[in-house]
């Protein structure tokens, strides 16, 4: 029997489970809130008990960040020079000795409340991208949850598009279907199922021959990002044991929204740029691309939790017992940075946002407890892999507020003989400067931001650039408000059993 | 373009580790105060940290310039001293010079918060009148009836009994060369109050009680590493008014038969004491955080003395 058949392969949370499973992974979910809040509150108790051992981690921990921060930035740097080479490439001529003909590329875009207008303009840039359009296969994906909207908005898209491409199908994911959740797993899930029964299963097309990329409905995909994706994929070894994964940009609204949306979702894309150099460390994350006989294989999207774009690769790195990878790709798509009607609201957003990213926190559960299951999978990759998921979600709660707000603690906590130390007077000088020359790699950060940029509309004035630059002096608080507090947050609820649904980001622009 | 290799990878992350490696204890020792010598050797050292409100003034220490406060750092640290004392002074133009002799010892910091005096203070006469006065008779100036207020308002009478707490890391209390003392519990008033910290004054003294933790006492009310709730900070039943000096509560205005004085809890030498105006029998009362109304017999002026 193949682990994907077993019990374990699909859970989405505890509850589903039994016995001394059910203990095990309701265990794992407590893991990584677990380590974030200990990690706090053993800072405060040290602050207040051993407030000299307190302030030497602190500044132990302060040169690990700064060492880190340049480290990754390095990272971050030759990927920028990576993917600005990726798309100055003629794709088209690359793909020519390759034998490519037969691919088919089936883009899945689900939606749920969004604007028609916002759903032309998705598809009208793949019929912009430098590809056969008659070898793609479309499949738009309402919610029945939205009615009779799902269904006209569908069926008007469909009419205007559907002549331009080999084929089109519209979905309406059926409500409150037993074992799923509502959100984006199970309409791509069921969007993805239908297209197999009514167009590759009819056609006759293998399944070997198609890519199925699953595009957040906000997606505008560049000219080449077809035929890049297509030259990965027939120049990759094992190429069925891979998923493919662009660079997310936010660059669809970027001159309409505010700096603070500018900044984390800048910081977004450059931590996927990070994690393209380090493909090891990679999963799959929002808009991305894997080949339909490995999504068929391993049941297609989970449709019982929220992180299904991450999960879909832990899901096939188990099924292949460690046998598989994320290719990144260095090509980017892009996508809407937070915007909504109203500043406040937009700052709601975007912690709502982070929320539901970092609650892909609910993928150490599922880690942690099907490698104790398989056993196929060789232990380093378990035990590394392990570490990684951990380390990354603990890092994404605790690190910033250890760095901007629990710094301080020991000259609060710490009491009188510590306050009279020199240590005490020279942890804030030393943390200071520790974070100066870690923030002086912002200047990095703006250029690159600058350099991804889109043109600047008519309406905005030239000197808008200027606070392209200036607003990466929000970072420190981007980081711990729409970073930490928002990890913390999903790793809380993981911890205690309050489960997140799947919230729809509100898709706003005021440039359509 | 291929990805970097993960072979380069493994050399930047190994870097970094050694970096790491290298750079802890070259960072914690120099957070500890130790730095490194001229013969290269390590020495231990501690500092002094000295703090004011006012941007500009100079800080002498053994009659070398060694920092000046600016608007953006009015509390300077002055790190890699030696263990030893030291002779700190505070300058600030047109101010009376606070002078200190301050012990550094390894790895600790020792404070200072200096109060400046204008050398020269400006008075200023309330009159009780406005314009010319025929035969007695006028508008009283309001700032006269202002004045006039502050001496009719009571100042506070309640009694308590207090008890002496003594915080003692260690056991052995030596006063020596101090000022301060430890005094007994009796009954005493409670003249004035700023944050946690009182003034009480008894038949023969004026206290100061602090009535917060003591493992944050101010430093003024610890002497070689043992903090009391109570110091003793005049002892004389001459006085007549004390107040606290403006937003300052480690320093305290008082009047006496002779005239208004000023002076600071921190008993470490030279106290810095200062006869502020001359007089006989004046009573006096802080106002505006500037400056003291001075009640000389029946007649009133300011005085501007920071």
Redesign the interface.
């Known amino acids: 029997m193949s682990y994907k058949d077993s019990p374990y392969f699909h859970v989405g949370r505890a509850s589903d489970l039994t016995g001394k499973d059910r203990i095990l992974y309701r265990f794992f979910e407590m893991v990584p809130g677990i380590l974030a809040w200990g990690t706090i509150l053993l800072t405060v108790i040290l602050s207040r008990f051993v407030p000299t051992e307190a302030?030497?981690f602190i500044?132990?921990f302060d040169?690990?960040w700064l060492?880190?921060t340049?480290?990754l930035s390095?990272?971050l740097r030759?990927?920028w020079?990576?993917t600005k080479?990726?798309m100055s490439l003629d794709w088209i001529e690359m793909l020519k000795p390759l034998k490519h003909q037969d691919l088919w590329h089936m883009v899945i875009l689900p939606f749920y409340d969004e604007s028609e207008e916002i759903i032309t303009k998705s598809i009208a840039a793949l019929l912009k991208a430098r590809v056969n359009h008659k070898q793609m296969i479309i499949v738009l994906g309402g919610e029945e949850r939205k009615g009779i909207y799902a269904t006209e908005v569908a069926n008007s898209v469909k009419a205007k598009f559907e002549k331009e491409f080999g084929h089109f199908i519209t979905t309406i994911h059926p409500k409150d279907t037993p074992g799923e959740m509502p959100g984006k797993g199970s309409n791509i899930t069921y969007a993805a199922k239908e297209a197999r029964v009514k167009i590759l299963d009819v056609h006759k097309i293998a399944y070997e021959h198609v890519m199925v990329s699953a595009l957040d409905i906000d997606t505008i995909v560049y000219k080449d990002y077809f035929a890049c994706v297509a030259w990965h994929f027939y120049t990759a070894e094992d190429r069925y044991n891979a998923s493919y994964q662009p660079v997310p940009f936010f660059n669809n609204n970027m001159w309409d929204a505010p700096a603070l949306s500018r900044v984390v979702a800048s910081s977004g894309t450059f931590w996927q740029m990070v994690q393209?150099?380090?493909?090891e460390k990679l999963a799959t994350f929002s808009s991305h691309s894997i080949p339909f006989k490995t999504l068929h294989d391993v049941g297609y999207w989970q449709v019982n939790m929220v992180s299904e774009d991450s999960r879909i690769f832990w899901n096939a790195f188990v099924a292949h017992n460690g046998n598989y990878r994320v290719i990144?790709l260095?090509y980017p798509v892009s996508m809407d940075a937070n915007l909504a009607s109203s500043f406040w609201k937009t700052l709601i957003n975007i912690y709502k946002q982070q929320r539901r990213w970092a609650w892909g926190s609910e993928n150490v559960p599922y880690i942690l407890f099907n490698f104790i299951k398989n056993k196929e999978i060789p232990l380093k990759k378990r035990l590394r892999a392990s570490f990684i998921q951990l380390e990354g979600f603990w890092s994404l709660a605790t690190n910033p507020i250890l760095i901007f707000l629990l710094g301080w603690l020991p000259l609060i906590l710490g009491?009188?003989?510590f306050n009279?130390?020199?240590?005490?007077?020279?942890?804030p000088?030393?943390t200071r400067n520790l974070m100066i020359l870690a923030m002086s790699g912002l200047v990095v950060s703006s250029m690159i931001f600058l350099s991804f940029l889109p043109e600047r509309p008519e309406r905005f004035s030239k000197y808008r650039k200027l606070y392209m630059i200036i607003q990466w002096l929000l970072v420190p608080f981007t980081i711990v408000v729409f970073g930490a507090f928002p990890g913390l947050d999903a790793e809380t609820r993981l911890m205690i059993g309050r489960h997140l649904g799947f919230w729809v980001t509100p898709k706003h622009r005021k440039s359509v | 373009m291929q990805p970097m290799s993960y072979r380069r990878r493994m050399v930047f992350f190994i870097s970094f580790v050694l970096l790491f490696i290298v750079l802890i204890p070259v960072v914690l020792l120099y957070s500890l105060g130790y730095r490194l010598g001229k013969d290269l050797s390590i020495a231990k050292t501690g500092g002094i940290f000295i703090s004011y409100g006012k941007a500009g003034a100079s800080i002498y220490v053994d009659n070398v310039l060694k920092e000046q406060t600016s608007l953006f750092q009015r509390g300077k640290f002055l790190e890699n001293m030696k263990a030893g004392d030291y002779n700190v002074r505070f300058d600030l133009d047109g101010y009376i010079s606070w002078n200190k002799i301050i012990t550094v010892e390894d790895a600790k910091v020792a404070e200072g918060y200096p109060y400046l005096i204008k050398k020269e203070i400006s008075t200023t006469s309330i009159l009780k009148y406005d314009g010319v006065i025929e035969e007695g008779e006028g508008i009283v100036n309001e700032d006269f009836a202002k004045a006039d207020a502050l001496f009719e308002a009571p100042t506070t009478t309640v009694s308590t009994k207090y008890k002496i707490k003594v915080h003692a890391p260690t056991s052995t209390i030596a006063y020596t060369g101090s000022s301060t003392t430890i005094v007994s519990a009796p009954t005493s008033t409670i003249i004035a109050t700023k944050g946690d910290i009182q003034l009480l004054k008894t038949e023969t003294s004026i206290d100061a009680y602090y009535t917060g933790d003591l493992n944050a006492a101010p430093f003024t009310f610890c002497l070689q590493k043992v903090c009391l709730n109570e110091i003793r900070l005049l002892a004389t039943s001459s006085i007549s008014h004390v107040e606290f000096l403006f937003n300052r509560n480690d320093v305290i205005l008082y009047s006496t038969k002779d005239g208004i004085y000023v002076t600071e809890f921190d008993a470490r030498s030279p106290r810095n004491t200062h006869k502020l105006i001359n007089g006989n029998n004046l009573d006096f009362r802080t106002f505006d955080g500037t400056h003291i109304v001075v009640k000389d017999g029946t007649e009133y002026y300011n005085a501007e003395i920071i």
Request: avoid cysteine; charged fraction near 15%; charge should be positive.
């Open positions: 302030a030497i500044i132990i040169l690990y060492l880190k340049v480290y390095i990272h030759q990927n020079k990576r080479h990726n393209q150099e380090r493909p990144p260095s009491g009188k003989a009279s130390s020199v240590l005490s007077y020279n942890l000088f030393i």
